[in-house]
């Protein structure tokens, strides 16, 4: 089924991705999801629904990092959680800022396929997904695990959320 979230088009198999949760258990601490469950509205949790990925079985993290005073930056700390999420299906459309990183010699180099479609946006903004107060990014797995999904067309999107606060 494809989804247009823009800016990028996603093709995802949504039998296959609540399959994959059936089977796979891909959190680390049961608690952090639940605080992350607790915090979507009920638009994000229909959205997690719509492409088949179940909430309390994806990898989501928190850590609180402490920040150094270097001099010109005042230091402190800063609350981080992450939420990572796979689903199974292909990037069809991809902000140019992606693509300009896959196509790195290290990374995919000249193997992406040509039919992969080229978003233009603002240079100045990171590109992302609105999904009310948090923003998601889509992107190929290659990052979480580049031996599993070395090659491009593995079958898999990788979506993630980040947010930070200071303390």
């Not at 198999?13 to 949760?21: G, I, N, P």
Request: aromatic letters at 16%; a negative charge; proline letters at 5%.
């Amino acid at each position: 089924m494809i989804f247009n979230f823009y800016p990028w088009t996603l093709d995802i198999d949504v039998k296959a991705t609540e399959e994959l949760y059936a089977h796979n258990d891909f959190s680390e601490d049961r608690n952090v999801n639940v605080r992350f469950m607790d915090a979507f509205t009920e638009k994000q949790k229909m959205f997690f629904a719509s492409v088949g990925v179940n909430p309390m079985r994806v990898r989501a993290e928190e850590k609180v990092h402490d920040i150094p005073d270097d001099g010109e930056v005042k230091g402190g700390k800063i609350y981080i959680r992450t939420f990572d999420f796979l689903m199974c299906g292909r990037i069809v459309a991809l902000p140019e800022f992606y693509r300009e990183i896959y196509s790195d010699e290290e990374v995919f180099g000249n193997t992406l396929p040509e039919i992969l479609e080229t978003v233009q946006i603002d240079e100045d903004k990171m590109p992302f997904y609105n999904l009310g107060e948090f923003g998601v990014v889509f992107k190929h797995p290659y990052f979480r695990d580049p031996k599993m999904f070395s090659e491009w067309n593995c079958g898999y999107i990788m979506g993630s959320i980040l947010t930070m606060k200071d303390l």
